[in-house]
């Protein structure tokens, strides 16, 4: 079992793209373990991205995402990171697979409607950033 970390992003959101998105995730066998819908402040957005830090697209991509609601989700299953790749698809939405969230709900490069962990340690800081800056109160086990 592994977990990992996914952003429905203000562009997805704002279409109403939320319980779409969830479906495909909960189709591909990853359980939603914990789920909130925030409107990130500037400065947790550049937190959540600062390994991003010193690359071009980082002011803008802050701004934008914390243009409107996200929708954030920490997801377990098997393989659970190259299980949410495969349906999420490449970073840029021209070049994603067919089929894939991306391919079908993404405009361009920023606004390419979710967020994944992209390896264990992302997964492991980012779930990590989430129960810190998001969670309300951990599921019960
Ligand atoms: P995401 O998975 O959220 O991680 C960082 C985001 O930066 C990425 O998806 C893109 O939306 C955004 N981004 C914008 N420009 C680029 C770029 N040239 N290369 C990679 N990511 C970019």
Known sequence: ????????????????????????VE???????????????PEQA????????????LDSLVAFMAGGPIVAAVLEGEDAIDRLEKIVGATDPA?????TIRKEFGLNIEKNSVHRSDAPETAE??????????ALRPEPR
Do not use: C
């Not at 550049?46 to 697209?57: A, L, Q, T």
């Open 125 to 134: 800081n980012e779930i990590a950033w989430f129960d810190l800056n998001l």
């Open 95 to 99: 070049n994603a697979e067919e089929g």
């Open 46 to 57: 550049r937190d959540f991205y600062k390994v991003h830090e010193g690359k071009p697209f």
């Open 27 to 41: 189709e591909a066998g990853l359980r939603i373990l914990r789920l909130r819908m925030v409107r990130l402040t």
């Open 1 to 24: 079992m592994q977990q990992t970390l996914m952003m429905i992003k203000p562009d997805a959101v704002e279409r109403s793209l939320t319980g779409r998105i969830l479906s495909r």
